[in-house]
């Protein structure tokens, strides 16, 4: 395996990991949309959470063909649907249209997403087979970082071109980045032989995997782990100017430096995984996670509420940069892609829990205590499990 090969090939999963994280760029599109067609922001957080429910679907469910068609022409595929919705996006907004608009946005981008977020990940975990931990940190990590690129470029582009045309700048130009990268996606030769045997012999048929309590576990890690940080971040702005009393500008700083530590929590957690084990590194989000939730629920104290809720954050981007390795110590490198596609759809069900959780009550400490329950009940499960299971 050459050195030069893998770096290349990561080099071009973190490109296509970079465009599709403008995802998380959105809620600055809530704004120029609704000021400019009179959607409210209800009706405009159902396209994110359905292109996120789309990415787990897509994910769990077209593991087999991603296989079957191999890595080039999948990342091919997640370019040609991300680029056509948020093309087809710019379309809806200059029809006025909402049910076109959650029909590109949400549904087509997201099957962009989900091919544009599995390829690379499983792929270049293969590569690195002495540090998996840091090969999907490295590239989940660029996730991240592609929204906090997206969130600099939409509000100057919109001034520049209006809201359509900033779609259709955006939406040519991760198509392009997008197209060149798949183009360097490849498999190592050894896991290219197996990825096909693999295919043929269905590795994992999904009976068996329903049947196992592995699974379940992190699934269930996932999920929890998720419904509390994607809350977060859908409420970052409005919940720190009410607890700490913020400005816009410092408003706008708070959700920047988040969109950083969700990217730096990818790649150190990750990377920290392969040292003290995933178990280990899920359980320590757990505990991390529960603190930082009751210190929030008594805190109005600026600095504190802020880097707390960078910590947290900064545990939610780990646990989907170290959930790719988990997912390969127990299953294999090779048998890996169709446990963890179906895993994702943990994420899509956070998309709707954590922020349906939010809009019950708007009382702050009364959220975080429940969420220091939640994850609670994960660390308590965790150590369960953990004794429980043999799972290499």
């Known amino acids: ?42 009706q405009l957080k159902l396209s994110f959470s359905l292109a996120i429910c789309f990415l787990g679907l897509t994910a769990a469910f077209m593991q087999k063909f991603v296989q079957k068609i191999g890595p080039k022409k999948a990342g091919l595929l997640a370019a040609l649907f991300f680029g056509i919705g948020l093309l087809g996006s710019g379309f809806a907004i200059s029809a006025q249209s909402l049910f076109l608009f959650y029909l590109f946005y949400g549904v087509i981008s997201g099957i962009g997403l989900g091919f544009g977020y599995i390829t690379p990940v499983s ?108 809350a977060l971040i859908s409420i970052a702005a409005p919940m720190a100017k009410d607890i700490i009393h913020i400005n816009d500008s410092q408003a706008i700083n708070f959700v920047g430096f988040i969109g950083f530590f969700n990217g730096f929590g ?24 529960i603190c930082c939730f009751l210190i929030l629920s008594q805190t109005q104290n600026s600095f504190l509420f802020q880097a707390l809720v960078f910590i947290i954050i900064s545990c939610y981007g780990g646990a989907f940069a170290t959930m790719p390795a988990f997912v390969k ?21 956070a998309a709707f829990a954590g922020p349906g959780i939010i809009s019950l009550t708007t009382d702050y400490s009364l959220i975080f205590y429940l969420f220091a329950a939640l994850l609670g009940f994960a660390g308590m499960f965790c150590l369960f499990i953990k004794t429980k299971v043999i799972y290499r």
Not at 5 to 14: E, P, R, S, T
Not at 204 to 212: G, V
Not at 279 to 287: G, I
Not at 339 to 347: E, R, T
Request: net charge positive; charged share 10%.
């Open 1 to 42: 395996m050459k050195t030069k090969n893998k770096w290349i090939v990561a080099l071009a999963g973190m490109f296509l990991q970079l465009s599709i994280g403008s995802i998380y760029a959105y809620s600055v599109w809530i704004n120029p949309i609704s000021t400019l067609n009179g959607w409210n922001s209800s």
């Open 123 to 230: 792929i270049v975990v293969k590569w690195f087979p002495e540090k998996p931990g840091f090969a999907s940190g490295l590239v989940i990590m660029s996730f991240a970082i592609g929204s906090i690129i997206a969130s600099r470029l939409i509000l100057p582009l919109v001034a520049s071109f209006g809201v359509s045309g900033t779609f259709y700048v955006l939406g040519t130009a991760y198509f392009l980045i997008m197209i060149l990268a798949s183009l360097f996606l490849s498999l190592p030769v050894s896991n290219a032989e197996i990825e096909n045997l693999s295919v043929k012999k269905s590795s994992i048929p999904l009976k068996e995997l329903l049947s196992d309590v592995r699974f379940y576990s992190l699934w269930l890690f996932l999920f929890l782990n998720t419904t509390c940080g994607i």
């Open 266 to 289: 990818r790649l150190f957690w990750s990377s920290i995984s392969d040292k003290i084990g995933r178990w280990s590194t899920f359980f320590l989000f757990f505990v991390i996670g």
């Open 329 to 349: 110590d127990v299953y294999g490198a090779d048998k890996m892609s169709a446990p963890f596609g179906i895993i994702l759809i943990a994420w899509s069900v």
